[in-house]
């Protein structure tokens, strides 16, 4: 196990939680409408795909109905298509300004460090490339956030923002009490990989100098094969903690998508049976009819 755990876990189970949220879409435009035989109708709202550069640049063009979903992960390329479908073009030289000016100053330090040596700029090459992470980071934040929708809340919201952030879906779900819980967890899954890894490199560093050949190496107190035995299981503990991270990270986004749905679902003692008189349709009945309906109420 590898630390590849995180990108091929997030690769296979972020994608179908979009996923799913696509189709649930879907189902709720079409429900008792109807419609289901008309191909063309359907070709021209059907979201059922993860991505489509048709549907993203559609919307920008705002020729389309955009999608959360569809705009955020086109977003993450094409930088600032959020503002531009929200009509909000006065963000865009914030935004490729602000990435700009972090990679043209990581870049400049980098080539100072190379030139001088000094670390101090390695340093503020690194800083300068994080500052423009982060106004990535903050431009799709931001374009989720100004996307209109007709749901709250809206469970593609819910989703994206829970993987910008996690905790960050909870809170648009008005599920405070959550935040702790997921919180704790990931910082406790970082916090094992933290220690995990301190003493793998330890016991590494100790079977390294075992089993060195070299005459001036000083031998260690440990023999060569405890320091295996506690360097495989220290690296075996770390990779766990990586699992455990991403799966916390993959449960706070799968429960922000769902408990968004299940805000409108109604839990009612109320349940009854009625008989009563209706109108049958002429999809029914060659003509209007009357007839006996029976209506279950759950």
């Known amino acids: ?150 749901l709250h809340p809206d469970p593609g919201k819910a989703t994206v923002y829970s993987i910008l952030m996690p905790g960050l879906g909870q809170i648009y779900n008005g599920e405070y009490w959550k935040i702790p819980i997921y919180w704790g967890a990931i910082a406790g899954g970082i916090y094992f990989y933290s220690n995990n890894k301190r003493n793998y490199q330890r016991y590494k560093w100790i079977y390294d100098q075992a089993t060195s050949t070299d005459p001036a190496v000083e031998k260690p107190p440990v023999s060569a094969e405890t320091a295996l035995l506690y360097r495989d299981i220290f690296r075996r503990y770390r990779d766990y903690s990586i699992l455990a991270t991403a799966l916390f990270y993959v449960v706070q986004v799968v429960d922000a998508n769902v408990f968004a749905y299940m805000q409108d679902f109604e839990i009612d003692d109320d349940i009854t049976l009625r008989l009563e008189p209706t109108v049958l349709p002429f999809e029914y009945a060659q003509a209007p009819a009357l007839g006996m309906g029976l209506t279950l109420r759950f």
Do not use: E
Request: aromatic share 16%; proline share 3%; hydrophobic share 40%.
């Open 1 to 150: 196990m590898k630390f590849r755990i995180i990108p091929l876990l997030a690769a296979l189970l972020l994608p179908a939680v979009l996923h799913g949220q696509a189709r649930d879409d879907q189902f709720k435009r079409d429900a008792f409408s109807q419609n289901y035989d008309d191909t063309t109708k359907q070709a021209k709202t059907d979201s059922s795909k993860l991505f489509s550069f048709r549907q993203y640049f559609g919307s920008l063009a705002h020729k389309r109905p955009g999608q959360v979903q569809n705009l955020f992960m086109g977003s993450t390329v094409f930088v600032g298509g959020g503002q531009i479908y929200n009509r909000q073009y006065w963000k865009l030289p914030v935004v490729y300004g602000g990435i700009g000016a972090g990679i043209g100053m990581g870049i400049h330090f980098n080539n100072q460090y190379k030139a001088t040596g000094d670390v101090r700029f390695k340093q503020y090459s690194t800083w300068s490339y994080v500052g423009a992470g982060l106004v990535w980071w903050a431009s799709l934040v931001d374009a989720t956030a100004c996307f209109k929708s007709d």
